[in-house]
Structure formats: C-alpha cells, structure tokens
C-alpha cells in the first residue's frame, strides 16, 4: 500500500518585496504565504505519509525573489521529515506574465528555465531514478518498494514524440521490473470541464498531442495528477484496446477550495479524500476560510456585473486586462456594451421567463434569482467540484428552460458554436454528478480483473 498527499498551483508570491497587488484571479496573491504555511502546517503534523507531490506552477510568475521565499517553506517542510516530489511549469520562469504594474515595488528579477532543476534538486530532481535526457525536468521517481512516479515536462512550444516515447518506455520498464507507476504531469491530459476546450484548448494535452491518451494508457499508465486548471476535477477516457486513463485535476491550494488531495493506493484502488485547512494568518474580516476564499473567488466575477452596470469602458479595462480583450475594438459598441450591462446587471429568472414567453415553466422559488448572482456561483462550482444543479432542481429546470427557448429563436444564429444543443451545453455545467473531490477509482477493469 502507499499513501501520499498531493498540492498544486501553489503560486507563491512574496508581496513584502514585489509590491502589494490588486491582482483579481481565482487564486490569492498576497494572502498565498500564509496559506502555504498553514497548509505545510498541516501537512508537517500527517504521520501516516511522508510523502508529498506538488504538481507545479510553485511561483507567482518566475520572480527569482518568490522562488527564493517558496524554497525556504520547502525547507522547513522537509525538516519535518517529509520527501517532498515536485514538478515545474510556465508560471515557474520568467516569461512575459507578470504585469509589473500592479505591484506598488515589483521585483523584476525572474528565473530561467534552465536554473529550475538546480534550484529544486532536493524536491524530487537530484533523487530520480531516470532522466529524460534533453530535458531533465522530466523524471521518474522511486516512491516507496513497489510504486513509482513519472513525472513528465510538457512546457513550451515543442515537439514531444520523443518524450513520449521515453515515457512509455519507462512505463514498460516499470511493468517488467513489477512497479505500480503513475503519473503527474502539471497540465490536464483531459478537459476538466466541458467549457475549458472553449478557453484554453491548447493546455488540455489531448487536444495538443492527438492521440496521446491512447498511446500512454495502452503503455500501462492508469492515472495522473494534474494542475494549471484551478479546477476540482476526476475523468477518465477509455482507448479502443479498453485502456482507460484517469485524470485526477485538482484546484490551486491558494486559491478556493484551498484543496489537500489525499491519496492511498492497495492492491485493488485507488482512493482519493480532499482536505483543506481551517485558517490561516490573515485579516479574514471575521470569515471563515472557505467564505473568504468565495468571497476572492467572486471578486473578479462580481466586478465584471458590476463594471458593466457603471460603465462600459470600465468593463472594457476588466476585460483587456483578465481576458486579453481588444478594448479598442469594442469601443465602438460602447452604447450596446451600456444596454447591455445595465440588462445583465438587473434582470432575474423570471424576467427571462416574461421576455421569452416561458415564466409560467418557471418555479416560483427561483424567479427573482438575479443571472449576476447566478453566474459566480455556477463558475465556482465548476472550480471547486460541486455542481449540483441537475434539471430536476428549481435552479437547474429553470435554466433549462430559458436556454431552450434561446435556442429556439436564435438556433440560426447558435451555428458554428462548438456544440450541438445550447441547452444541453449549459446543463453540463450546472450538473456533474461524477464525483471531483473523493473518489474510490479500480486499478484494473473488471476485464483485466478476471
């Protein structure tokens, strides 16, 4: 048996010496160091693993100043007894993300890729049982008697056959010498929700490499741990030979819900539990941890609604500035971007239902839901894992019937969109019902079994 714990996007940023940030993301900045340090707390006191995986994006944006502060919780981390494996990822080098401008005294110093394996040596690196040659980020780890981890290295823009190769190559390696092996890689192999190919198709592995679920999990490999997304996430994909790959996505721990997967493997599963801590070193204005986090989570969301209700530019420079919107060509359309907002600020399921001649279909529980109170809460329930609304809910009927209408009248103008039924689409946000969080995963097929 072996049981390990697993963290990732741990995005440290020392604010003491970059400056002081107004950043809106998913994930904290200025409150990242005391986070990390509760959550190392917490994993210092575990006395059942020493083990613990970290799945990358360790820095803010590569800042050489955050590096130095991360290393230093490692340190301490390590002190305590734990072996500590982890992987790197384009958040971890310096490349143009950071944007010096909302730090009060950024620090501009950044790291290079090529400096990343001799800072995180003692964190996996100087410990691997085999390199991938050209890029000795990429490496395999000795667990425990038994079970390995292949870590493998997917940054840049590059061609990947060989590293792949070398991949299944270790796993054949690992099956031969009788070795449980899976992996951890910081992008997902598999979308973690079925809107993330409409934002970001080129960080799904799958989608940047066709055919790469089937010539790992045909090679032997069953599960990996991924990041980047921020996304509470458990899928798998199955190959034609009936190989299935699991993919275990998991949120950033600076970020809502602070996740702490916890993760054993024996002979027949493997079960996975999420934790999280209880709090933190910080002004949380009298909020629990995972109200606060909601709260920075919505931030971003809510300030949208709101800039669109105030003034169109205003949301422009939100949207320029989160979502690498072209500002200057939407400013034409300032008067329908003013309509607009003020529309989507104020309108309810039920004005929905009265616009589009279906009110009646709607339940009364959920007609003065307001869409700007509805929209946070469906975003991040997507991020932490949880959406629970399924079409036999108020909530869940509701926008089914709303959408179905859309549809309706504006089918024509829905064509070219990336899927077939808007309402269908949409109602796969708003329910998942396989679970994201805990989970008790096979480690073969009922085929294999027999």
């Known amino acids: 048996m072996l049981k390990f714990y697993l963290i990732t996007d741990t995005h440290y940023y020392d604010y003491e010496a970059c400056g002081f940030s107004d950043h809106r993301d998913q994930v904290t900045w200025n409150e990242s160091g005391p986070i990390l340090d509760a959550v190392f707390d917490k994993l210092a006191a575990k006395t059942d693993s020493d083990i613990i995986l970290i799945a990358g994006d360790l820095s803010c944006n590569g800042q050489t100043v955050c590096h130095e502060g991360f290393l230093k919780k490692l340190q301490t981390l390590k002190e305590s007894g734990k072996r500590i494996f982890v992987i790197t990822a384009s958040h971890d080098y310096g490349q143009a993300g950071f944007d010096a401008t909302r730090a009060t005294e950024p620090r501009k110093e950044v790291t290079c890729r090529e400096e990343l394996f001799d800072m995180y040596a003692d964190y996996g690196f100087r410990d691997a049982i085999a390199h991938y040659a050209p890029d000795p980020l990429s490496y395999v780890a000795q667990l425990a008697p038994g079970y390995r981890l292949l870590v493998l290295n997917t940054d840049g823009d590059r061609d990947f056959a060989d590293l792949l190769h070398w991949a299944t190559a270790q796993l054949a390696q690992a099956k031969q010498d009788g070795q449980f092996m899976f992996g951890m890689h910081h992008y997902p192999v598999l979308s973690p929700s079925p809107v993330y190919p409409l934002l970001a198709a080129d960080g799904v592995l799958s989608y940047k490499i066709p055919g790469v679920v089937a010539q790992l999990a045909d090679a032997g490999l069953r599960f990996v741990f991924t990041g980047h997304t921020h996304m509470q996430n458990i899928t798998y994909e199955q190959t034609e030979q009936g190989s299935r790959l699991y993919d275990i996505n998991t949120g950033a721990v600076v970020g809502y819900p602070a996740p702490i997967r916890s993760v054993v493997i024996d002979d ?75 529309f989507l600020y104020k309108i309810t399921f039920g004005g929905m239902g009265r616009l589009l001649f279906c009110r009646r279909k709607i339940d009364k529980s959920v007609r003065r839901l307001r869409l700007k109170d509805f929209v946070p809460e469906v975003v991040r329930n997507i991020y932490g894992g949880d959406e629970p609304y399924s079409r036999d809910t108020p909530v869940g009927a509701a926008a089914y019937v709303i959408l179905s209408r859309i549809n309706k009248l504006a089918g024509r103008f829905l064509n070219g969109l990336p899927f077939e039924s808007l309402q269908d689409f949409v109602a796969s946000l708003l329910y998942d019902p396989t679970p994201d969080s805990n989970a008790v995963l096979p480690l073969r097929d009922e085929a294999q079994a027999e």
């Open 268 to 342: 027949d599963n493997m079960t996975i539990q999420t934790e999280s801590i209880d709090s933190f070193e910080w002004d949380m204005q009298g909020k629990s941890v995972q109200q606060y986090l909601s709260d920075h989570f919505d931030r971003m969301l809510n300030n949208i609604f709101d800039a669109a209700n105030r003034d169109p530019v205003e949301l422009l420079n939100i949207l320029a500035g989160e979502f690498s919107v072209n500002k200057e060509a939407l400013l034409k359309y300032k008067f329908f971007l003013r309509i607009g907002g003020k």
